[in-house]
């Protein structure tokens, strides 16, 4: 098969209809949406029998590794709208070192830092991207931590689109430069991510941006869900025991605990899940606190601060769907203070050559704590997900020098 057969060859679409997730009324689908009219996130259904019949594992098998190998279980109807930069399927990179140093028996990074634009972001601003190009949007506004906005970016300049982008203002000076660069408008806001977030909603109603915020649209969930569909295919059909996320806004845990309900019901899986894990910052942990008082939503976390900026979250329109998530998984939500997010950074640094991000080392943390306090087995095979490339933040600095004029003491260096 042709490295490109993702993109070139037609391949039937599933799509029925949307659902609110919240009240399961019906959206019709292939028309532009936001949130339901109870203001709460849609979701895409497909009809799973239909995709049962057309994909079958032997000719997924033979399909190129990149997340359109997925297609029936995507909502692209037309090839032509189908936006890529090189997207690869990311690998689950074994850390036996560590494993072994914490008497564990398996331990999984899923290191999504492969993807284009360095980030898991990509996943979803695919999708995103390509169906606003199949719906004939013409200009996209978002709120963002900096990666999302660095994958709107350069997906919808791909796609001849419009983009205007709003980031809190100590937002790494990476992200703010990748995004201009990719083709968009950036400002920096004095304000948290959900400050930003209000000025996309007032650009929206005022002169009509297509806002496209974590969850305010459809797709973007979507895009995510090809993390656990990748997933499970990498384990050969299997999931893990547990699955430690690094959770803001908490796209990818939703769309991944989709993915593993849909491959169910196409056959693909039995009824086996893995528990999800929802990684936070001590600084910012609406969703713990939600979910250690067994509440349903998650109200705002105040003051909320962190190294990892990407998870710096004070408040989703998707809260009851991660807080339903991890507890229908019999999983549990878990706050990681800063420094044991930086000890963690370091560790597997200097031990596996291994470069997290901020927020990769938020799940490392977690697991280690959870693995200290009996939440997690030794013999449980875990995964971890580094949603991006490490390069992308400020790494510390090296002071060491060596003069070339003066005598060298080698047994010295
Ligand atoms: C590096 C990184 N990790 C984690 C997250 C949180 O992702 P999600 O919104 O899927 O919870 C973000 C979001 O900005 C991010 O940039």
């Known amino acids: 098969m042709r490295f490109d057969a993702n993109l070139t060859i037609e391949r039937p679409t599933f799509v029925t209809h949307l659902e609110c997730s919240y009240t399961g009324e019906r959206y019709e689908a292939d028309r532009v949406h936001n949130l339901s009219a109870a203001g709460k996130p849609l979701l895409v259904r497909y009809d799973l029998d239909g995709v049962?019949?057309?994909?079958?594992?032997?000719?997924?098998?033979?399909?190129?590794?990149?997340l359109?190998?997925?297609?029936?279980?995507?909502?692209v109807r037309r090839l032509e709208d189908i936006v890529s930069l090189g997207e690869a399927v990311t690998p689950l990179v074994a850390m036996p070192r560590l494993a072994k140093s914490l008497g564990a028996t398996e331990l999984l990074v899923k290191d999504e830092g492969r993807l284009p634009t360095g980030s898991f972001k990509a996943r979803g601003l695919i999708m995103a991207v390509s169906m606003a190009k199949a719906l004939g949007i013409t200009h996209m506004a978002m709120p963002t931590n900096g990666n999302?906005?660095?994958?709107?970016?350069a997906y919808a300049t791909r796609a001849g689109i419009r983009t205007t982008i709003f980031c809190p203002e100590d937002t790494p000076e990476v992200n703010v430069s990748e995004i201009e660069l990719q083709g968009a408008t950036v400002?920096?806001?004095?304000?948290?991510?959900?400050d930003c977030g209000k000025i996309v909603g007032q650009g929206k109603?005022?002169?009509?941006?297509f806002d496209v915020s974590?969850?305010?649209?459809p797709y973007r969930i979507e895009g995510k869900k090809t993390m656990g569909l990748e997933l499970a295919e990498q384990l050969d059909w299997d999931v893990p025991d547990v699955i430690f996320y690094p959770?803001?806004?908490?796209?990818?845990?939703?769309?991944?605990w989709k993915a593993f309900d849909e491959l169910e019901r196409i056959g693909f899986i039995g009824s086996k899940r893995p528990r999800m894990v929802a990684v936070q910052a001590a600084g910012c942990a609406p969703m713990v606190r939600a979910w250690e008082k067994g509440e349903e939503h998650a109200p705002r976390w105040e003051d909320a601060h962190t190294i990892a900026s990407g998870i710096r979250v004070p408040q989703a329109v998707g809260d009851f769907l991660i807080l339903r998530a991890v507890r229908e998984s019999n999983g549990f939500a878990i706050a990681v203070p800063d420094d044991a997010i930086q000890v963690a950074l370091d560790e597997m640094a200097k031990s596996e050559g291994f470069l997290l991000c901020p927020e990769g080392a938020a799940t490392y943390a977690a697991y280690k704590q959870a693995l200290a306090d009996g939440r997690v087995r030794r013999d449980e095979r875990a995964v971890l997900f580094n949603c991006a490339t490490?390069?992308?933040?400020?790494?510390?600095p090296v002071h060491r020098t060596i003069d070339r004029h003066k005598p060298i003491d080698f047994k010295a260096l």
Not at 187 to 192: A, C, E, F, S, T
């Open 187 to 194: 400002y920096r806001v004095n304000g948290l991510i959900d």
């Open 205 to 209: 109603a005022e002169v009509g941006w």
């Open 247 to 256: 959770t803001g806004g908490g796209t990818g845990l939703i769309g991944m």
């Open 68 to 75: 359109w190998r997925y297609r029936e279980l995507l909502p």
């Open 52 to 66: 049962k019949k057309a994909l079958n594992k032997d000719e997924l098998a033979r399909r190129p590794q990149d």
């Open 390 to 396: 490490g390069l992308k933040y400020p790494l510390p």
């Open 214 to 217: 974590t969850l305010k649209e």
């Open 148 to 153: 999302a906005g660095a994958a709107l970016a």
